[in-house]
C-alpha cells in the first residue's frame, strides 16, 4: 500500500502566526489534492496540484507541489481562527480512480 | 442543491448483525467511491465504482461488499459486522477530472 505522510500530526498556534504543513510520499503521483474537514462533515476540496513546481494561491493559503510530483506544502500566513480544522492531502493517479489520502495534520488556531 | 447523502449518520449494532449504509448522488457522477476514516491512519479507500456494474477494490475491501445497480446509488454492505469495522465511514461522488464530493459521513459502532 502506498503510503502518504503528513508532518505535523497536531498543530496550534496563535493567530497571525505563519505555518507549513508537509505532505510526503514515495510514490509519483498525477495529481494531489489538499482538503479541510470539519467535525461532522466530509472533507471539502481546497486545490488541486498537477504539474511538478507547481504553486497555486487561495487567499492565505499556498500551495507547492514538488517538482518530482512525490511530496506536497501548504502554507498559511497569518492564521486565523477560521482556520482551524484537519488538513488532508490525498494522491492519485490518471485513470486508476484510486486515490490514497494522508493521515491528516490538525490545526487549532487560538484567537 | 448539488448533494451525497449518506444513511444513517449514527448507528450502534452488534456483532454479527447484517448492516447497509446508503449513499446516493443527485450530480449523475459516474464515480462512487467508499472510505473509513480512523484516527492516525487518514482516509481509506474501501470500494470505487467507475459506473453502474463496475465496481473494484480499494486498499482495505475485506469485510466490505459494494452493489451499483443505478448510477445515483452505492451502497456499502457489512454482511457480518465486526467490532473492528467501527469507523467513521464516508462517500464520495465525481464526474471526469471533477473534485469529489464527499457526504457528510456515517459514524458506525459496532459492539
Known sequence: ?111 | EAQVTQNPRYLITVTGKKLTVTCSQNMNHEYMSWYRQDPGLGLRQIYYSMNVEVTDKGDVPEGYKVSRKEKRNFPLILESPSPNQTSLYFCASSSGDQPQHFGDGTRLSIL
Not at chain 1, 502518504?4 to 503521483?29: A, K, R, W
Open chain 1, 1 to 111: 500500500t502506498q503510503l502518504l505522510e503528513q508532518s505535523p500530526q497536531f498543530l496550534s498556534i496563535q493567530e497571525g502566526e505563519n505555518l507549513t504543513v508537509y505532505c510526503n510520499s514515495s510514490s509519483v503521483f498525477s495529481s494531489l489534492q489538499w482538503y479541510r474537514q470539519e467535525p461532522g462533515e466530509g472533507p471539502v476540496l481546497l486545490v488541486t496540484v498537477v504539474t511538478g513546481g507547481e504553486v497555486k494561491k487561495l487567499k492565505r493559503l499556498t500551495f507547492q507541489f514538488g517538482d518530482a510530483r512525490k511530496d506536497s506544502s501548504l502554507h498559511i500566513t497569518a492564521a486565523q481562527p477560521g482556520d482551524t480544522g484537519l488538513y488532508l492531502c490525498a494522491g492519485d493517479w490518471t485513470g486508476t480512480y484510486k486515490y490514497i489520502f494522508g493521515t491528516g495534520t490538525r490545526l487549532k488556531v487560538l484567537a
